[in-house]
């Protein structure tokens, strides 16, 4: 195939990523120049405007930009997910991580139309399943208060017990 004309094309892999970042992220040329030549590009590989148009037209550049905005999107809803256990998302907050997490590991390996229907089935699949855990957390969750408010009233109706004892009998089984 030959050496690459381009003078971006003729940098390392990491340094082309680099310009496709910078270039997606509206940096000037002169900006990314200036990082480029801090990396240690020199003057006669150092890419002009001409190269930094031609690049942008180029299918390289545009499946990393596809690729970096994948990456983005995918930081971003992490970044969220992760604020939202933050602030007590609990047990549902971990569920939705889990569910983000099995359909990007579906759609990471699947492709085509088809395989999207077969990740949005799946997704749906995990939401259905998310659905039932918390149901069955709200069921446990009923249970317990009930069984606490039995022992409450046993402690309350014991008329041997002395009020004070069984305020501290209540606090003691209520953790406070």
Known sequence: MGNPRNKIARLPVELRLLVAERLADGKTYETIQGELKARGVSA??????????????????????????????????????????????????ILDLAIYEAAESLRDGLRGAEDAAGVAKA????????????AEGEQRRKADAAAAAAKIETIV??????????????????GL
């Open 44 to 93: 006669e590989m150092m890419p002009g405007l001409n190269a930094f148009t031609a690049y942008q037209k180029g299918k390289e550049y545009q499946a990393q930009i596809a690729e970096l905005l994948g990456w983005k999107r995918k930081a971003a809803e992490k970044k969220q997910l992760a604020e939202a256990l933050a602030l007590g998302g609990g047990a549902m907050g």
């Open 123 to 134: 997704a749906n699949a995990l939401r259905g399943l998310k659905a039932v855990i918390l």
């Open 157 to 174: 109706a014991d008329d041997a017990t002395p009020k004070e004892e069984k305020l501290k009998n209540i606090r003691e089984m209520l």
